[in-house]
């Protein structure tokens, strides 16, 4: 009989900008977070301290841990410990690397709030056989990107399904509004996003293919650009301009069709913009 683990989830970051709006959320919508095994990880435990500090009282005895998130050993240990692993640490592509590898071998479940595509599909030619053969659960981008993009088309289709019997082949999504801030670390992604890209060509061709995270079978597939040129549309009565974020979110969107072997119909395609 397999032995019960610690902890439920480890917030690993959390002393971040994100990851502190990760535990006030838990705190506050989970109802029984007080009972549940839950922890915190940061590099610093005074900062870990300032944070339960900040937090409600419910939070006092919330159990931290100091880990460097590049030290694969540190890193194993506390995977170790616990079901599922929350990374806000970012930039990913600088620091995510050693946790999503540690879960993919350990077996355990992990999430994150990644926007940089060429990452993810780095991680995916890496990690994704060994996660396989483990059992672990490595899901990216389960912030703004690309939840209401990924659930919201996968929605559509359930609702087309019922109502016509098919699913749609063309997909818009418009962004008409949003609130919320950027965070440091976002706008760190993006600066390193764009290093890669002036470094290396090949990332530059990657982030211009939309199956970029799909099978090697679906890379030929034909699919519109990502980015949508400023245009008047009239189904939504007025002009679009670029969403900078659908070079993340449409290959996700094209991924998860991909993986539940394309009931959104082959030739799917799916364009956002703002």
């Not at 616990?82 to 990913?92: E, I, R």
């Not at 597939?221 to 040129?229: E, Q, T």
Request: proline letters at 6%; hydrophobic letters at 40%.
């Amino acid at each position: 009989m397999t032995k019960p683990l610690p902890y439920d989830l480890i917030i690993v970051g959390a002393t971040g900008f994100v990851g502190g709006i990760v535990c006030r959320y838990l705190l506050s919508h989970w109802e029984t977070a007080a009972a549940k095994n839950w922890a915190i990880a940061s590099r610093s435990q005074a900062k870990l301290d300032r944070l339960v500090q900040s937090l409600s009282p419910q939070a006092a005895h919330l159990p931290t841990f100091v880990v460097d998130i590049k030290d694969e050993a540190a890193v194993t240990a506390l995977c170790s410990q616990t079901k599922v692993v929350v990374s806000t640490v970012g930039p990913y592509a600088l620091y995510g690397e050693t946790l999503v590898r540690v879960c993919a071998t350990t077996g355990t479940d992990y999430c994150d709030l990644t926007g940089e595509v060429q990452w993810v599909n780095q991680m995916i030619e890496k990690y994704e056989a060994i996660a396989k053969q483990s059992g672990a659960r490595i899901v990216h981008c389960c912030g703004f990107d690309s939840i209401p993009s990924d659930l919201g088309v996968y929605y559509l289709q359930q609702q087309s399904q019922r109502r016509w019997g098919e699913p749609c082949i063309r997909v818009k999504m418009r962004v008409k509004a949003c609130q919320g801030g950027i965070s440091g670390g976002t706008i760190a992604s993006g600066i390193n996003l764009i290093q890669e890209a002036i470094a290396d060509p090949s990332t530059r061709q990657a982030l211009g293919n939309p199956y970029i995270l799909c099978f090697q079978s679906n890379h030929g597939s034909d699919h519109p650009p990502s980015l949508i040129p400023v245009q008047n549309d009239p189904i939504f009565s007025g002009w679009t301009a670029p969403f900078v974020m659908a070079g993340i979110n449409t290959p996700i969107v094209l991924r998860s069709n991909a993986l539940q072997n394309e009931p959104m119909a082959k030739g799917f395609s799916m364009r956002k913009a703002s």
